[in-house]
């Protein structure tokens, strides 16, 4: 299956704010150590046959390794990321990266964490609120981008961008989702979505097991999540497991640092 990743490097990566529940200044990546582990992840992609597209980090943006946040892409349109205020050097970054890509870029009006927050499927647009996005984003994502939006509401700062709590696995047919993670509401929009749903614990999902990277054939995740890599063995999928404890140290994994760039546009039927 096609994919196509934007993805950054971990040269310049650093605690040096918190701004999750997961980052502590006190305790910092080690440099090479979490270069190597962003390295494999994307030598994992590529073996996965996903297109890679690179810009590199800049020195004084500490998390601009996690790309996600940077926008949402859908065919050629991108609606830019509006991050927390320490995050916000990287925009022009990212903006201009884009653009050079031919995209069209609008940029959000409100609180808005990207594909952090916006996780689609299908013609379905799984898209968190109350966090790190304000509510209004989804209509602006259903006018710029033609999704049919889902609000999701995660419940704490613990699942500050939603693709902690929930991820695609095969558009209209399988989630993997913590259902702790979402008020009521939000848990009933989900079963009623009518796919096969696959529940994590508070545990597994902590360690960012649901932060992960699922074309339909091969799901590329963190290690330490036994309980989700043998349940997506169980749907036939092919799971690769890879070490992100640096990463972690930032309140991130393996869905945080990609990009898609290849969401197709609306199915007509
Ligand atoms: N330290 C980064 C932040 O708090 C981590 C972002 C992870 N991205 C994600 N899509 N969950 O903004």
């Known amino acids: 299956m096609n994919m196509a990743l934007l993805v950054s490097d971990a040269m310049h990566f650093r605690v040096d704010y918190e701004i999750n529940p997961y980052m502590r200044t006190e305790v910092q990546p080690g440099q090479a150590a979490a270069v190597v582990e962003h390295l494999s992840i994307v030598v994992a992609h590529r073996a996965a046959g996903r297109r890679i597209e690179y810009l590199p980090s800049s020195p004084e943006c500490p998390d601009m390794v996690f790309t996600a946040n940077a926008a949402l892409v859908r065919g050629d349109r991108a609606v ?27 940029e959000a009006p409100y609180a808005f964490s990207g594909q952090g927050d916006a996780l689609a499927c299908g013609d379905l647009l799984l898209a968190g609120y109350g966090q790190r996005t304000d509510r209004r984003m989804h209509a602006v994502l259903e006018r710029e981008l033609g999704y049919e939006v889902v609000p999701l509401r995660t419940v704490s700062p613990q ?10 696995i095969e558009p209209g047919r399988t989630l993997a989702y913590c259902p702790e993670a979402f008020d009521e509401p939000s848990r009933r929009r989900l079963s009623g979505l009518g796919m096969d749903l696959i529940e994590v614990d508070v545990e597994e999902a902590s360690r960012f097991a649901l932060n992960l990277i699922s074309d339909g054939i091969t799901v590329t995740m963190t290690k330490g999540a036994p309980k989700l890599a043998a349940a997506l063995r169980a749907h036939a999928l092919v799971v690769v497991e890879l070490d992100t404890t640096e990463l972690a140290k930032g309140g991130g994994g393996v869905r945080c640092t990609a990009l898609t760039l290849d969401n197709p546009l609306p199915s007509r039927s």
């Open 80 to 106: 830019l990321g509006a991050p927390p205020p320490e995050r916000k050097a990287e925009m022009p970054y990212f903006q201009d990266w884009l653009i050079n890509h031919d995209f069209d870029v609008v």
């Open 159 to 168: 699942w500050y961008d939603l693709d902690l709590a929930v991820a695609v």
